[in-house]
């Protein structure tokens, strides 16, 4: 049974860090390209980073650019999301997903195959 499962997310100020990890098991996720998506309330689910199976490619919205870095470690069949100058136009839900062989437009959701509960990133002002 595939399962991704996040942690991480929690309280914390504007202009803090916070690091979400994404644990997959069920299967070797090395050939699978890896997304980390929000939700906000009464909003979309959005892609905010991605990164390519090999690490190799990224993709970051605008809106997070220079603040997040996405990263993997295949041996530990692991993503991270790394957040600094979280902002609270941040605060969502934050899901990882995956999807096998995907090497390109990260950024579409309908593309991934597996996806985790979710942790909640809240960012007060």
């Known amino acids: 049974q595939v399962q991704l499962v996040e942690s991480g997310g929690g309280l914390v100020q504007a202009g803090g860090s916070l690091r979400l990890s994404c644990a997959a098991s069920g299967r070797t996720f090395s050939r699978d390209a890896m997304g980390w998506f929000r939700q906000a309330p009464g909003k979309e689910r959005e892609c905010v980073a991605a990164?390519?199976?090999?690490?190799?490619?990224?993709y970051y919205a605008d809106s997070v650019k220079g603040r997040f870095t996405i990263s993997r470690d295949n041996a530990k069949n692991t993503v991270y999301l790394q957040m600094n100058g979280l902002k609270p136009d941040d605060t969502a839900v934050y899901y990882c997903a995956s999807a096998r062989f995907l090497a390109s437009n990260y950024y579409r959701t309908g593309l991934y195959d597996y996806w985790g509960q979710g942790t909640q990133v809240t960012v007060s002002s």
């Open positions: 990164i390519s199976w090999s690490a190799g490619s990224t």
